[in-house]
């Protein structure tokens, strides 16, 4: 597709179980960030794959959290154990890295919106 | 680290009226500038960006912002705002590098509403 996608589009979820996010990045793009979108925090930088390799996994607020990527290409987000103050938009984007200048634009996908009961 | 305050939370205006809504970040090294703007319903899209070069930088829907070094601000201005222009607008720092990482570190958004 032309832009990132994301999947689902909407989560809801019981306390204690766990889910899996989803990011299909544009084609080419070798950088992939995840954020987070609350109500009580902004948006909050998660993590960032350059390749299928996470140089700075800083941002995950807590061991329960996780993220892949494979082929260079598809990264799934997984929150094990969900608790509430869980719930937020999670947001993947995605850009070229430029080896000399950096500040490249990200293009943002539409999110995905976990609720936890 | 980076952080970046946006001061204003809600930015109430008039349609044609002109309009600032404001950032100021703080940085032990040099950093790249954003705002991006998230309309109802849908995902953040880049408005403008500054690198480098002139200090004042103009971006999509006359959207422009000038990048205060001394004051380490970098504020968005329109001089003639539509009732399209409400959403809710976040400025964004990154790290200034080749090869840098490139996480956005935002703002907490400002939310504009443009009424008629």
């Known amino acids: 597709g032309a832009g990132v996608s994301q999947s689902p589009s909407n989560k809801v979820t019981e306390k204690g179980k766990d889910v899996e996010l989803r990011c299909d990045p544009i084609s080419g793009h070798t950088a992939l960030y995840w954020y987070r979108q609350s109500l009580g925090q902004g948006l909050e930088f998660l993590i960032y794959f350059q390749g299928n390799s996470a140089p700075d996994k800083s941002g995950l607020p807590s061991d329960r959290f996780s993220a892949e ?49 | 680290a980076q952080s970046v305050t946006q001061l204003d939370s809600q930015v109430p205006v008039f349609e044609e009226a002109p309009v600032e809504l404001r950032c100021n970040y703080s940085s032990s090294v040099s950093v790249y500038l954003f705002w991006y703007v998230q309309y109802p319903n849908q995902g953040l899209q880049l408005l403008l960006k500054y690198l480098s070069g002139s200090t004042l930088v103009k971006g999509i829907n006359g959207f422009e912002a000038e990048f205060n070094k001394s004051q380490t601000s970098f504020h968005l201005r329109k001089p003639s705002v539509h009732i399209s222009d409400t959403a809710e607008y976040f400025c964004a720092v990154s790290r200034r590098g080749g090869g840098s990482q490139g996480n956005l570190i935002f703002g907490k958004g400002t939310k504009l509403s443009v009424k008629p």
């Open chain 1, 69 to 117: 990527r494979t082929g260079g290409s598809v990264s799934t987000l997984t929150i094990q154990r969900t608790q509430q103050e869980d719930s937020a938009v999670y947001l993947c984007a995605s850009s070229r890295l430029d080896p000399l200048v950096g500040g490249q634009k990200q293009f943002f996908g539409p999110g995905t919106r976990l609720t936890v009961l």
